[in-house]
């Protein structure tokens, strides 16, 4: 099976180390459970909270990506469409609104890459033991 490269395996919300096992529960457009975060991989056993406080730093690649994010809506709104200041923010509230979620797993996604590394045996090197969520 061809491997997930990090960008698809951070866009999808997968796990970091193994690239197969989710990272959440619920789909980034569900209502149940939202900001639930899974323990650990259920494919490779890679547990997703190496320390307490772990997400505290996804906290600033969310605040940096919602920024550019929201310049470039509003500046697509303004600069091309010609549109109002308030007519650009009202669009990018409901935008925001509506992804919000979607960018708080993109953010953790992200943080949780940049430490730990990708290890293409490991599902094998675990033997097939994956983390225990229940
Ligand atoms: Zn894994």
Known sequence: ???????????????????EGDMFETGSFSFSKPFEMLQGCEKCGQTYYP???FYFGSMFISYIITSFFS????GFAMLVLDWSVEAAFGVLIGILAICYV?????ARSVWINVTIKYDPEAIDK?????????
């Open 71 to 74: 310049l470039a809506v509003v």
């Open 51 to 53: 320390e307490p406080g």
């Open 126 to 134: 675990n033997m097939g033991k994956g983390f225990d969520n229940s």
């Open 102 to 106: 979607w960018f708080f797993r993109l």
């Open 1 to 19: 099976m061809a491997k997930r490269s990090k960008f698809i395996a951070i866009w999808l919300n997968k796990c970091p180390r193994c690239r």
